[in-house]
């Protein structure tokens, strides 16, 4: 499975944007990068999908690098809701759920 | 709509003590998955069901675990006997589908079990 790489751990002052860098150099051409988050206590969840082209939802923005070899999580304006641990991962077409046993991922603290 | 459910949220036990974990997922969602969580980790895929056949299940200690899905729909985990490094947060999930560009994952809040 291929892999990512991410910032153990990230600071960001509330109502600034936050960018959340993944690195996945082994990426194939068909595998979709997904970013789960999870709070304290709570199981995962999921906040964003894409393959090739940039991707916008309610809850943050996804860029991915042209040559796809790695990623950056938006969050516009950080509240001290969005401090969690934020996971990258890589699923391949055939959708196993084994991509998705996650990596550490980035703990995201968002200052006051 | 409501979420994933889980239970007992929380769970002490003694070591070679036995525990199970229930499940029910979202209402029409095929796929269920249960992941181990140990603390400061992310979570471990254990199995994948599909309806109530097994899709995954290679990370699964089956000389202590076993889980099912009767009927397609709820689902138990159980552990027989608990070691000590079985403490750890036991999620379950669930999806409508199980391909990568539809598959969201939708988490329960999970079950803590401490094995004393």
């Known amino acids: 499975d291929a892999k990512t790489t991410q910032p153990n751990s990230m600071e960001s002052n509330e109502e600034e944007p936050v960018h959340l860098p993944c690195n996945h150099s082994?990426?194939?051409?068909?595998?979709?990068i997904h970013w789960y988050r999870q709070l304290p206590s709570q199981g995962p969840e999921y906040v964003i999908h894409g393959l090739t082209s940039n991707v916008n939802n309610r809850m943050a923005s996804l860029a991915i690098a042209e040559d796809r070899k790695s990623s950056t999580l938006i969050l516009h304006r950080a509240t001290l809701r969005d401090a969690a641990v934020y996971y990258c991962i890589l699923r391949a077409p055939s959708g196993s759920a084994r991509q998705l046993t996650f990596g550490s991922g980035t703990q995201l603290t968002v200052l006051p | 709509e409501a979420g994933v459910a889980q239970s007992p949220r929380y769970k002490i036990i003694e070591k070679r003590q036995s525990v199970a974990f229930w499940c029910n997922p979202i209402?029409?969602?095929?796929?269920l998955y249960w992941y181990q969580q140990i603390l400061g980790q992310g979570p471990k895929l254990l199995i994948q069901f599909q309806n109530n056949g097994v899709v995954d299940d290679s990370q699964l200690p089956k000389d202590r675990f076993s889980a099912e899905r009767l009927k397609g729909v709820d689902s138990t985990l159980k552990i027989q006997p608990a070691k000590l490094e079985d403490s750890a947060v036991y999620l379950c999930?669930?999806?409508?589908?199980?391909?990568?560009?539809?598959?969201?994952?939708?988490f329960g809040e999970g079950s803590r079990l401490t094995v004393l």
């Open positions: 209402s029409g969602h095929a796929t």
């Open positions: 999930a669930s999806s409508l589908h199980p391909g990568p560009n539809t598959g969201e994952l939708f």
């Open positions: 082994t990426i194939s051409g068909t595998d979709y």
